[in-house]
């Protein structure tokens, strides 16, 4: 049978992305958000780094992934859906797969993208159409004709018919045949500038706009309302803005409103977003150069909360690094990203080589505080706090709820090795992860603040952590159990260890346990010793943390377990097996049947008994187990002439 060795493992927290930026594995750029069955799917472009031989400065895009999410925080990267080596009209070698689209009719998905052509210049309109909104999606033999330009846009109306929106001489606009695929209408026969020819194209030109570049066309249809909202450079030689006309018509004319995101404080020259309505919440998803500041042709997709005036007009969308979503604060929280902040406070990449590792944040004045909205708590009243920070000094960091001056939480020594001058410096600026308990235990969704009693100091994410109890209680009158499904036995009656003074597990001879275990038993009726009924919650019995919670006793501990097993039939021909951390004897109804000695570690099957018969009726199983310096856990079942787990029984504490 397959054994398994306990081991003690910290298991790291998963990442997730309640801040911005939400996608945190790769560059993704101009995020398109679509519903389909109930979950918010983005399309972005994927920015990579120039290969060799194609131009470094600009834009490079060789494939599209999609990623999903339920909760607007964690998001699943569904993998690539289209690279350039799939588009049968497209230059395999091109990375020109710039802003996409896809929305869904006809019981299929329609993904709609830019790509550069084999043959001419510019670029033209593909699609490629899926049974699933996570693809494979198969791409079409040729691009839509009439369509010259990029970041197509697709409005599915309240009555089915399908209108297209893309950046080419201008923003244009044209209706779709029911297929998905060809423009419905006559196509214009248009002069090229500088005596290239002419043209056909499909459509007409957005009118009502404002004089300006602009770009990546989104159209959305809200209370009887059309918005074309697109990135605009407003003033000459300045950067993108996001801005938006109404009409009462899906092509127009429109009514220019304004911007509702301005441009961007750092500079980055592009914006690109759409918008959703999701669970009765409308969203801007944009994106900024956040993962790469020093060049901003790689992007990452952002979201934020989007609100509309009683007329229909978007309000004004600020940038946050907080995001949307509720954080568990059992989740790993990068309060880098913080809601708000005060004076001097700043944020810096971890590590400037691999940015993808994130930020950290630091207060740098005694008065110094940042605060991290939407965390939900649900933890037990034992939890403690992971904290990730560093500081050149000695000082201390505290967690509060709500406000600088907020109820501590949990107060955060961070301790630089001060007496000794070389390993102080050594340690000067190092990370470092504490774990602490907690003073006071929020609960329900609140905010945290983070302050310091000296500065400067720096932190990078939080941690909670409820701690784990092992065990829950059985009541008075509680139902017999049973052996769980590998026929482990998980309730006992155990009762609190006896302190031995043990300096080493070498000493469990046969001798030595078989002496111990014969003075102790003969003093088991007469000792005052607390029982506690228990189900273990693993399969091992983890007796050191039994001792830990109820007895405030762990090392240098004998312990007795003792468990009835009610059969309704005789169970002949089978053996006990066990496996234990320290030494152990057990008896079944007053005989004794195994005895593993010497210092052993815990392992299930590790020994087992000669074969014994299981009585009809009542059977006591009783445990003593003795260990040192070392942990103390055990798992015992019986298994049949077949090695299989024995389970035709029920298991009671009394």
């Known amino acids: 049978m397959k054994k398994r060795l306990l081991l003690a493992l910290l298991m790291l927290p998963l990442f997730v992305a309640a801040q911005n930026p939400i996608i945190r594995t790769q560059f993704a750029a101009d995020p398109t958000a679509r519903v389909f069955n109930d979950k918010v799917y983005v399309y972005p472009s994927h920015d990579i780094p120039a290969p060799e031989g194609q131009r470094q400065d600009w834009f490079c895009m060789a494939d599209y992934h999609a990623f999903s999410s339920e909760n607007l925080t964690d998001w699943t990267d569904c993998g690539v859906i289209l690279s350039q080596e799939q588009v049968p009209w497209g230059k395999p070698t091109g990375f020109s797969m710039w802003a ?53 846009c697709v409005l599915i109306d309240d009555d089915g018919a399908a209108y297209i929106y893309w950046s080419g001489m201008g923003i244009r606009g044209a209706k779709l045949k029911d297929n998905m695929l060809e423009v419905d209408g006559e196509l214009e026969t248009i002069e090229l500038p500088q005596g290239r020819g002419s043209m056909k194209v499909a459509g007409k030109g957005m009118e009502g706009l404002p004089d300006g570049f602009k770009e990546g066309p989104f159209a959305f249809k809200r209370n009887g309302w059309y918005y074309l909202t697109f990135p605009w450079v407003r003033t000459e030689g300045g950067t993108e803005t996001l801005a938006y006309a109404m009409s009462k018509s899906p092509l127009g004319p429109w009514d220019f ?13 592009t914006n690109h977003h759409s918008f959703v309505e999701y669970r009765g919440q409308w969203y801007l998803f944009y994106h900024r150069n956040d993962y790469s500041p020093a060049v901003d042709k790689r992007r990452s997709a952002r979201i934020e909360k989007v609100t509309f005036n009683g007329d229909g007009t978007i309000r004004e969308v600020k940038p946050t690094m907080r995001g949307v979503g509720i954080n568990l604060a059992t989740e790993k929280i990068d309060v880098d990203r913080f809601s708000a902040a005060s004076d001097y ?5 971890v590590d400037t080589a691999n940015t993808f590792r994130g930020w950290c944040a630091s207060l740098n004045n005694k008065k110094s505080w940042l605060r991290y909205d939407d965390v939900e708590f649900n933890l037990r009243d034992d939890a403690y706090v992971i904290v990730c920070a560093r ?21 955060v020594p961070l301790t630089v090795l001060s007496e000794m001058g070389r390993f102080r410096r050594d340690m000067r600026g190092q990370w470092l992860t504490l774990t602490v308990p907690l003073e006071y235990v929020p609960k329900g969704v609140t905010s945290l603040c983070i302050t310091c009693q000296d500065v400067p100091v720096e932190v990078d994410w939080i941690q909670f952590k409820n701690r784990p109890h092992y065990f829950s209680a059985v009541p008075s009158g509680a139902s017999p159990a049973q052996p769980d499904a590998d026929g482990f036995i998980r309730r006992w009656l155990l009762q609190e260890p006896i302190a031995k003074t043990i300096p080493s597990n070498i000493v469990f001879t046969d001798t030595y346990l078989r002496d111990l275990f014969s003075e102790e038993l003969a003093k088991l009726g007469k000792q005052k010793l607390k029982s506690y009924a228990l189900e273990s919650e693993t399969y091992n019995v983890r007796l050191f943390r039994f001792g830990e919670l109820w007895a405030n006793h762990t090392y240098g501990s004998l312990f007795w377990a003792t468990t009835y097993i009610d059969c309704d039939e005789e169970i002949p021909d089978v053996r006990l097996s066990v496996g234990c951390n320290g030494a152990s004897m057990w008896w079944l109804n007053d005989e004794e049947v195994l005895l593993l000695s010497g210092d052993r570690r815990m392992v299930e099957d590790d020994g087992r008994s000669q074969r014994i018969t299981l009585k009809k009726g009542r059977n006591v199983l009783r445990c003593a187990l003795v260990n040192g310096p070392g942990l103390s856990d055990f798992c015992v079942r019986f298994l049949d ?5 024995v389970t035709n029984y029920t298991i009671k504490t009394k």
């Open 641 to 645: 002439e077949n090695n299989q787990p």
């Open 345 to 349: 406070v700043t944020t810096q990449f």
């Open 257 to 269: 409103k304004g911007i509702f995101m301005a441009e961007h404080d750092n500079k980055c020259w």
């Open 100 to 152: 996409p689209d896809c929305v869904t009719k006809n019981g299929k998905y329609y993904f709609y993208f830019p790509d550069g052509p084999r043959e001419g210049f510019g670029f033209a309109i593909g699609v490629a159409t899926a049974d699933s909104p996570e693809g494979p999606f198969a791409c079409e033999p040729k691009p839509i004709q009439g369509i010259s330009g990029i970041d197509p």
């Open 391 to 411: 500081a050149d000094d000695n000082t201390e960091l505290l967690i509060r709820e709500k406000s600088a001056k907020g109820k501590v939480i949990a107060r």
